[in-house]
């Protein structure tokens, strides 16, 4: 069905379509369940010096 | 359906710092990176055992070239295998660096812009036929790349002279031409340059090169899974009256800054469908495309299912989808972060959670934050990533050059590979040339890794 979020077993290869099926490495949440914990862990992971790290961040232009 | 490879090129942006202050140029960055490639592979081009290609590229880019894959889901599990690849080689970096008393972080961006307007990108081969009409394919494929973004954009806080504006794509803003055999200047969405790496009596490469870096497995699968089927119905000739955009770069822009996918395209008949209208045209084509000559093709099912859900959840409330796209998940956070803070919208903090969403680093990075406590629907696992660290798609030329290298490096021969050849640099000068992309077993490979 579509839009169903498979959990199906491990990463073995089935041998005729190459595809490969991922297992729920947790169980399935809302991206904003228990929102104030994320955003503490989120505060404990950005860079302090915001503004510093992102004007310096500059690279050439690619293809 | 007949098979076809299909491989994907990132390029990285990089970044050494100490305290948010940056201590070495990206160019000095990437050399640093690459002195582990040079010293191994005498170039800054090599060839891994997994058939993938790490190189250092025009502008001080590591980038990132998957093997030939035999599908779009074995491509995403190589681009994550690159990921950990080039985020190792990154975590080496720095230790190399410390060791010579050179303090700092080594961060790695699967992302697509930087803060000085500078563009880099994430590239989609297909492989097609010769025989096919190129023309016919390019042009017919432009506005579905043009309104792919409603799912496929990575998202991004866009700082303009009026302000600060959350838009649906990295690369959207950077000028456009619909198809071009330029690379740098003109920035076609599709490259023409014909360097097949196949037999090139018999195939051709579609380069397509507008596509933003899509962190999630979903947005990335969905991407490569609907371009590759609208590559085949143009390629099958499937009766397609394929709209013509009146200038497909400002229609990219109407469509990235329009979150609801109702962004205009205006065609060259004067009508403006939306952007998700036109993504809906290009559905139901595939639909009937399929249905009509491939109604046994699970894959094309089970991706045709998945495209209409989106296109389906996008038009009722795009918000929805935010454990599948990028720039919904994105969005989520920014708006998140910013209430928490109660900050303005062109807080530099605010432009960092943009970045740090796109970090390598699976304890920094924000997407992989999201990952780990299960709040994105993810396709690939671990053990599959592992495994196409070390080992190429099992069905594709890139077998052939992973077998080879690996039993070099086993019996320590000197060898040279690239996309075509397998050589043996001594006396003998043996070279093998593997001119179908498709093939993944040759008794002249037998031989050649034989005689190691």
Not at chain 1, 21 to 40: C, M, Q
Not at chain 2, 12 to 26: A, H, K, W
Not at chain 2, 393 to 401: G, K, V
Request: proline content about 4%; overall charge negative; hydrophobic content about 40%.
């Amino acid at each position: 069905m579509a839009g169903t979020e498979r959990v199906s077993r491990s990463g073995d290869v089935p041998r005729d379509d190459d595809v490969v099926v991922a297992e729920a490495a947790a169980p399935a949440r809302e991206l904003l369940d228990g929102v104030e914990d994320l955003l503490d862990e989120i505060d404990e992971v950005l860079e302090d010096n915001a503004e510093e790290f992102v004007r310096g961040y500059v690279q050439k232009g690619g293809e | 359906m007949r098979r076809r490879v299909i491989g994907l090129e990132t390029e990285y942006g990089v970044s050494f710092t100490l305290g948010g202050q940056r201590r070495l140029s990206t160019d000095e960055v990437a050399r640093h990176m690459f002195r582990h490639v040079v010293a191994w592979g005498r170039s800054s081009s090599v060839f891994l055992e997994n058939g993938a290609r790490l190189y250092l590229d025009v502008g001080a880019h590591p980038e990132y070239a998957t093997p030939e894959c035999a599908t779009p889901l074995e491509a995403v599990v190589h681009e994550r295998a690159g990921d950990r690849i080039v985020h190792d080689l990154a975590v080496r970096t720095g230790e190399a660096l410390a060791a010579e008393g050179i303090r700092g972080e080594v961060r790695v961006f699967r992302n697509n812009t930087d803060s000085a307007g500078n563009s880099y990108g994430s590239h989609e081969n297909y492989l097609v036929d010769r025989a096919g009409d190129f023309g016919r394919i390019t042009s017919g494929l432009v506005p579905f790349l043009v309104t792919r973004q409603v799912f496929a954009g990575a998202g991004k806080l866009l700082r303009g002279p009026g302000g600060t504006e959350y838009v649906l794509s990295q690369r959207a803003e950077h000028v456009w031409e619909g198809v071009s055999s330029a690379t740098t200047r003109s920035r076609p969405l599709i490259n023409t340059r014909d360097e097949p790496h196949a037999d090139a009596e018999r195939f051709r490469r579609l380069h397509v090169i507008v596509g933003d870096s899509n962190m999630s497995d979903y947005a990335c699968w969905l991407r490569l899974a609907t371009t590759d089927l609208v590559v085949r119905m143009l390629e099958e000739r499937a009766a397609f009256a394929a709209p013509e955009l009146a200038d497909p770069a400002v229609a990219i822009r109407d469509v990235s800054r329009d979150l609801s996918g109702r962004g205009p395209v205006r065609l060259t008949s004067g009508r403006t469908p939306t952007a998700l209208d036109v993504q809906e045209l290009y559905l139901v084509a595939v639909e009937r495309f399929v249905a009509a000559r491939h109604s046994d093709d699970e894959l094309a099912e089970h991706a045709l299912g998945e495209w209409r859900f989106v296109l389906a959840a996008l038009r009722e409330d795009p918000m929805r989808l935010e454990r599948q796209l990028d720039w919904v998940a994105k969005l989520r956070l920014l708006e998140a972060y910013r209430a928490r803070h109660d900050l303005p919208a062109d807080d530099p903090r605010l432009a960092l959670v943009d970045l740090a969403y796109h970090d390598l680093d699976p304890r920094r990075g924000l997407h992989h934050l999201l990952v780990r406590e299960g709040r994105m629907q993810r396709l690939v696992d671990d053990a599959a990533v592992a495994d196409a660290m070390e080992h190429p798609p099992r069905r594709t030329r890139a077998a052939l050059r992973g077998r080879f290298l690996a039993a070099a490096r086993r019996a320590g021969r000197d060898v040279t590979v690239d996309w075509v050849h397998l050589k043996l640099n001594e006396q003998a000068q043996r070279t093998v040339l593997c001119k179908d992309p498709l093939v993944w077993q040759d008794e002249r490979v037998d031989r050649l890794i034989d005689a190691l």
